[in-house]
């Protein structure tokens, strides 16, 4: 753990969303108690989609991102084509590249996300937050099968990217499997 990191968790932010991601640094032991602090998170701010998570989040992992900054650590933007812009440039609204050094944060949040955005209950029946594991498979149950003819699609999609990154030998061997395999 960087200095900055052990700095970060020492530090009591202003922002409830700071402190969360201030305990992910910390303590993996936390981990289910800072998914439910997430999705408490999401419940009191009436937050409805993805994106509206992302708003309410957004003014913490600024705190966290203005502090890493003030020690010297390089932090960063990036706008959703990928674009990395500096930091000190500071336009609210650009997502965070990395706020923390665990994937845990993003990955909750992205969880909970998913959730709102296909209308998955965050609370149980009695008012308490739904597991991760729990929200995934609800959020799984909600997908449309996708039909024969999607799925070749995808596959197709695919084949084009990859044929067109391929030497000229392994297209050729692309194309002869191909042949002898659904044409002959």
């Not at 997430?38 to 957004?58: F, H, K, N, P, Y």
């Not at 609204?93 to 990395?98: A, E, I, L, N, R």
Request: net charge negative.
């Amino acid at each position: 753990m960087s200095n900055n990191v052990l700095r970060l968790v020492s530090t009591t932010f202003q922002n409830p969303i700071a402190d969360l991601i201030q305990s992910y640094e910390g303590n993996d032991a936390n981990a289910e108690d800072n998914f439910k602090t997430l999705v408490g998170t999401a419940v009191r701010c009436g937050c409805t989609s993805r994106e509206t998570l992302d708003d309410a989040c957004w003014p913490g992992e600024l705190e966290v991102l203005e502090f890493r900054a003030s020690m010297g650590e390089d932090v960063c933007y990036y706008e959703p084509d990928g674009v990395t812009i500096d930091y000190n440039k500071g336009k609210q609204g650009y997502k965070v590249s990395k706020i923390t050094t665990k994937s845990t944060y993003s990955s909750n949040k992205a969880v909970v996300g998913k959730a709102l955005d296909a209308g998955v209950p965050l609370l149980d029946s009695e008012g308490n937050p739904v597991g991760k594991t729990a929200l995934e498979k609800a959020v799984a149950t909600t997908k449309p099968e996708k039909s024969i003819a999607e799925k070749l699609d995808i596959v197709l999609e695919t084949l084009d990217k990859l044929y067109g990154q391929a030497s000229s030998e392994e297209q050729d061997r692309t194309l002869e499997t191909l042949h002898a395999r659904y044409f002959a």
